[in-house]
Every structure is written in C-alpha cells, then in structure tokens.
C-alpha cells in the first residue's frame, strides 16, 4: 500500500471535478499498519526495492493477508491527461 500522508486519488478527482480543496483529505496520522494489524493482518513497512521484494515474497507463502506499507512522496498526477 503505498502510504503517502493523503487520500491523493480523491484530491486529483476534486480537481478533474473542479472542486479543489476538498476538506479532509491530508491524512498525515493514519497509521494502515496499527489498522490491519486490528484487523488480524500481518504487516509490514518496506523502505526499499529490496524490502518490498522480501516482503512480497513472504507475504506470498502466509496464511493469510498481509499489508505491506510503502512510503511514497506526495505528488500530484492528473487523472486525465492534458489535451493538446
């Protein structure tokens, strides 16, 4: 999952939307790690590529699901291209 302190897919919908600065939407508190681990999950928090390829590779062979958090910078990207 990657974990970048915001719920940027709404943030870039408000935008294609044309209501920007929708309230609510930085979410520099959450914690999905101390969340799935409530929900029973396994968990872990990759740093690096090679992390996420060990954490991938175990999270293959459990019994059941696992959460691997991932940070990402914060960064906008349209949900549609721009038209020329």
């Not at 029973?40 to 740093?47: D, E, L, N, R």
């Not at 991938?56 to 959460?67: E, N, Q, V, Y």
């Amino acid at each position: 999952m990657p974990c970048n302190g915001e719920y940027a897919i709404l943030k870039e919908f408000a935008v294609l939307e044309k209501t920007p600065n929708v309230p609510a939407l930085d979410l520099p508190g959450l914690d999905v790690i101390s969340a799935a681990k409530g929900f029973g999950c396994a968990t872990v928090h990759a740093k690096t590529t090679q992390d996420i390829k060990e954490a991938f590779a175990a999270a293959l062979k459990a019994d059941g699901p696992t959460l691997i958090a991932i940070p990402i910078a914060r960064q906008e990207r349209p949900l549609v291209p721009p038209v020329d």
